[in-house]
Every structure is written in C-alpha cells, then in structure tokens.
C-alpha cells in the first residue's frame, strides 16, 4: 500500500512507556502512518513517520496535533510535574494533584472530535473511588477513570478503552527489592502475602493491544475496556519466582501503624496496596477485560517468570 493512503494514527507521550510501546508495534506493523505527539521533537527524531509537537497542557496546540489523523491513541501523565517519590514523601493532606488529566483528556476528545478522528484510544484505569464505595481514592487513577465518560460520548465511531498493569518494570526501580543489614534484599510493605491481587504484565506490550483494536475496530472498537495482564500474582508468587531463577528475596509484612511512620507520604502508598487487597488491580470485572485484551492482542502477554529471566540478573 502506498505510504500515504496508510491510516494516519496520532499517539500521545510517544517518548514515554505507553507510547513509545504503541508507536512501536504500529510502525513494526507496517500498515499505519505514526505521528508521534511530544513536547521535545529534537528528542524524538525518526521514532515515527511524522513528529510533531504539542503539549497536553497547552489546548491551543492539539487541533494541529490530530489533524488529519484516522486514530488517536492518548495517554495523560500524572508524573509530568511530579514524581512518585515527592508523593511518598509528602503526607497525604497536603498532597495536591500536580496535573489535571481530566482537563487534558478532554480537551484532546474535543480536539479529536473537531477532526474527525474515527477511533480514539484512551489509556485509563479502574475508579478507585467508585469500586470502593469512596474509602480509597488514588488520585492518579481516579483521574483517568473520569474521562472515561467524555471518551464515551463524544461520538466517535469507534473508540476503545485500554488499561495498563502492575508494572513489571516497578522490580527495576520504584520496586526494587531493598538490601537489609543481613546482606540479603527483601520487599517490606503492608500488604498480606499470600493475597493474589496484583495483576502484572510487560508494560512495553500495552501496544500489542492498541495494535489489535486499531486492526480490529468491530470488535474492540464499541467501548471494551481492554486490560494488559501477564498474569496475577502475590507477593508470595513473585518471590518463589525470583527465588526459582536463583534471586535470594524476602517479603516482610509490615503492620499498617508501623509503615504509615517510615516516611511522610507512606499512608498515601499504604492506601494504594489497601485498595489492591480489597479490590485487586483491575477491580471486579477484571476477568472480562483481560479477556478483551487477549482476543485483540497481535502476540502472547509475557508472563512474569519470562520477563524476570530476561530482564532481572542476578
């Protein structure tokens, strides 16, 4: 097919996990143009077949981002302004959220809309705060959820819902299991181990599934809520796996009282691993969006003992 008779697919946070793993698997595909959306294109230079800027903070400069495109994938960042560091080490009253993703993702719907995209794909995650009954509300997921419904009734012909997971990539940074005085590593957090709540997967792969919508409007593109999920595990799971590839790990349960003093923001981390015990990561419908995600997707979901002996050397 010649190039410009390709559908024209904008993906938002190019640069980034989310969007990188989309502009990826759309240009290894070859059937798509990828315009890849950033605040730095000097940065981004031959990632896609166009690059162009824009700035979600900036509304003025959207129109120009999706114009002329077919499909639109958006991803909003909670952490452009912050990091999770400065949440946990800021106590949870006078946390402030530091980006409006609601703002920003519907300012990118109007925009799409007045374009005349067909298929926008949102990257958003459970409502916390709805699944709880109010006792937990994680900001940078509620935040998310509450575009859900602009997305859904803007119009679109077709549009597509995609959650991303428990990170494995977390083991490598915000995760990593920490050294203890005794020359071992170990996780020490509040949650009960042998509880099977956090759904995982390889967050490079989120764009298997976008891929898979966007070939498959018919059926992904009438608001499935599509969820990456390598597999669910419990603490107890990922430490026999790492153990198993020769990795020497603990997990310590550490009671609430005691954590919610090692650091200023540990209750707002405390209340998050609360949530996953009583509602697990994707909440009560997990099964079926899971399942949405594996009918669309273009290749297998890694499952975590793949991705540790690929990924986590000893």
């Known amino acids: 097919m010649n190039n410009s008779k390709k559908p024209l697919i904008t993906v938002f946070g190019s640069t980034g ?84 993703e609601f703002a920003q993702g519907k300012a990118t719907v109007e925009a799409a809309r007045r374009a005349g995209v ?67 590593k170990a996780w020490n957090l509040p949650m009960q181990p042998e509880l099977k709540v956090m759904h995982m997967g390889d967050i490079e792969q989120i764009g298997t599934i976008v891929l898979g919508a966007l070939l498959s409007p018919g059926k992904a593109g009438q608001g499935q809520h599509m969820s990456l999920c390598g597999g669910i595990y419990s603490w107890s799971d990922v430490v026999d796996i790492f153990n198993a590839q020769g990795h020497k790990l603990v997990f310590n349960q550490v009671p609430d009282e005691t954590f919610d003093g090692l650091f200023p923001g540990a209750k707002n981390l405390r209340d998050s691993l609360n949530y996953l015990e009583d509602h697990t990561f994707f909440g009560p ?30």
């Open 285 to 314: 419908d997990a099964e079926q969006k899971i399942a949405h995600a594996k009918n669309v997707a273009t290749e297998p979901l890694t499952t975590l003992e793949d991705w540790v002996r690929i990924n986590m050397h000893r």
């Open 118 to 184: 067909k298929h926008f794909v949102w990257s958003t995650l459970p409502d916390t705060k709805q699944i709880s009954g109010g006792a937990f509300d994680i900001p940078f997921w509620t935040g998310k959820a509450k575009v859900d419904d602009v997305v859904s009734n803007a119009g679109f012909e077709y549009y597509s819902f995609v959650e991303p997971p428990f990170y494995y990539q977390n083991f490598l940074k915000e995760l990593a299991p920490e050294p203890q005085e005794d020359g071992t």
């Open 17 to 100: 996990r989310q969007g990188g793993s989309v502009v990826r698997f759309l240009r290894n595909h070859g059937g798509f143009r990828v315009r890849a959306i950033t605040r730095n294109p000097s940065k981004a230079q031959g990632i896609a077949d166009e690059i162009v800027y824009a700035d979600l903070t900036k509304a003025e400069t959207l129109d120009i981002a999706v114009n002329g495109s077919d499909g639109v994938f958006l991803v909003t960042d909670y952490w452009a302004q912050a990091t999770i560091e400065d949440w946990a080490q800021t106590p949870i009253d006078e946390w402030s959220d530091p980006v409006d």
